[in-house]
């Protein structure tokens, strides 16, 4: 996934006024038409012309996108404190895996994620190439005039985002602005990365853009390289699993770990089997697996499969599919 990942600093007060006071936005263009969208969720179609009077926050996303999910928690609490002060955030889905172009994908992750703003279904990128954008999350701020006075790329600087949309809504004539900001409660993988010891990058399984990628994985992998074993089968964009009992294995070194995986066939369940350093993960288990490292993969969407405590080091994951017709796509880590 195409992302700068920033790191946001917590201001004091004093910090913050001095933010406030040196904000400088200029225009960057305006506001362009949602007219390519495939459809709309929770809205009925919205254009640059209806949407004048109201500051806009136009967020590209994409379900799978961790570095997105991460954004999410704040997306929410913007949404929810300012819409009945003018803001309207809007989320265009450009989808980056096949299954992110099913709708009804779309709609059931909208609705897990609590994603209850408009979304603009962008599945032939004509929204996104309308902007020239080229991330997820990418986040652009628009003033009740239709102009586009900042833009976001990736993660971080959650306050002065924040501070740009309060001035935005102060400029188009909003009194009843307080200068707090929001605090979230952030779960499961919308917790911010743990960046001091994030050494794994992103890294996709298909054959087109694998990297380290050992063909006969011994039981000593080097960092950030990963293999198989079972009957698969390699596509350029995926791996599928031909019969019971595959695995993946991955070394990696981060507080987390994450696979973009689903089942092939639609509404069918594959069993999986974790293990870290050989064992089961215990307290190092993610959210979609249990302490015995057991889970299912029902759904094609990001699974945190690790979320270790401290202190974080080198380790070996392996993943056993207890079936067939799972398809793997990406490993992320946080």
């Not at 596509?235 to 092939?264: Q, S």
């Not at 979609?288 to 979320?307: N, P, T, Y």
Request: hydrophobic content about 40%; overall charge neutral; aromatic content about 10%.
């Amino acid at each position: 996934m195409s992302v700068v990942a920033a790191r946001s600093g917590v201001l004091g007060s004093l910090g913050k006024r001095m933010a406030r006071t040196a904000l400088q936005l200029f225009t960057e263009g305006e506001l362009p038409s949602f007219a390519g969208a495939n459809g709309w969720l929770n809205s009925q179609p919205l254009t640059p012309a209806g949407l004048r009077g109201k500051v806009v926050l136009v967020d590209f996303w994409t379900y799978t996108c961790i570095n997105w999910l991460r954004t999410l928690p704040y997306l929410r609490a913007w949404s929810e404190k300012y819409k009945n002060h003018g803001l309207v955030v809007i989320g265009v889905h450009t989808p980056e895996f096949p299954f992110e172009h099913n709708v009804d994908n779309v709609r059931r992750a909208a609705k897990d994620m609590r994603v209850d703003y408009p979304i603009a279904i962008d599945s032939d990128y004509a929204i996104w190439r309308a902007f020239n954008n080229e991330y997820w999350p990418a986040l652009y701020f628009v003033d009740a005039q239709g102009r586009i006075r900042h833009h976001e790329f990736g993660e971080g600087n959650y306050e002065q985002s924040e501070m740009i949309i309060q001035a935005l809504l102060r400029d188009a004539g909003v009194t009843d602005i307080r200068d707090d900001l929001v605090s979230v409660d952030a779960r499961g993988a919308e917790v911010p990365a743990d960046w001091a010891s994030l050494k794994s990058p992103e890294n996709y399984v298909g054959s087109a853009r694998t990297k380290n990628f050992e063909s006969r994985p011994s039981a000593n992998l080097r960092l950030n390289h990963w293999g198989l074993s079972g009957d698969w089968t390699i596509g350029p964009h995926a791996i599928v699993l031909n019969k019971p009992n595959g695995r993946i294995a991955y070394r990696f070194h981060a507080r987390d770990l994450h696979l973009v995986m689903g089942p092939a066939a639609r509404r069918t369940t594959v069993r999986m089997r974790v293990r870290i350093d050989g064992q089961p993960p215990g307290a190092s288990h993610g959210v979609d697996a249990d302490d015995q490292g057991d889970g299912k993969v029902s759904e094609q969407r990001l699974h945190q499969l690790i979320r270790q405590p401290k202190p974080i080091i080198d380790r070996t994951f392996e993943i056993e599919f207890l079936d067939p017709g799972v398809e793997a796509f990406a490993f992320t880590f946080g």
